[in-house]
């Protein structure tokens, strides 16, 4: 195994366990929030709702990159789609959580770039399928 595979597994690695503290995190957040409800904006709710939906989906897409990345067909656009949903969940979910949850607004014009780096990740998954076929 060569320094690059190796580093790439290492990461992979590191991404899957953040995966799992994410989705732990969405599930116990999830439950928070219903039992608050009733103390939210209708606004606040809705966008809550959204960044929870948001941050179950892509923990389960990071899981997965994260796991590819540690098997025999393991490539960089791997990481580099694990990156960019874990990015995508800080800038995105987190940020959203901690606007409504904890009055923490100092990241908020971060929140659309963590749209952007979702849509880049399943875009970075897209390139590793292709980069895969063509070492066939």
């Known amino acids: ?15 899957f366990a953040f995966a799992c503290v994410m989705a732990a995190t969405s599930v116990l ?6 039992h608050l409800s009733a103390g939210l904006l209708p606004a ?3 966008s809550l709702q959204s960044a ?18 540690m098997g025999r067909r393991a490539a960089k656009a ?9 990015l995508g969940l800080f800038l995105f979910s987190v940020n959203i959580q901690l606007i409504h949850l904890a009055d923490v607004g100092v990241f908020r014009a971060l929140t659309p770039y963590g749209g ?18 063509q070492m066939q």
């Open 1 to 15: 195994m060569d320094h690059g595979s190796n580093l790439i597994k290492i990461t992979s690695q590191i991404l």
């Open 29 to 34: 957040l999830a439950a928070y929030v219903a």
């Open 44 to 46: 606040a709710l809705r």
């Open 52 to 69: 929870l939906d948001l941050q179950q989906f892509h923990s389960l897409a990071l899981l997965m990159v994260a796991w590819m990345g």
């Open 78 to 86: 791997h990481v580099l789609a694990g990156v960019c949903f874990l």
């Open 116 to 133: 952007m780096a979702f849509v880049a990740g399943w875009l970075a998954l897209l390139w590793a399928l292709r980069f895969n076929d």
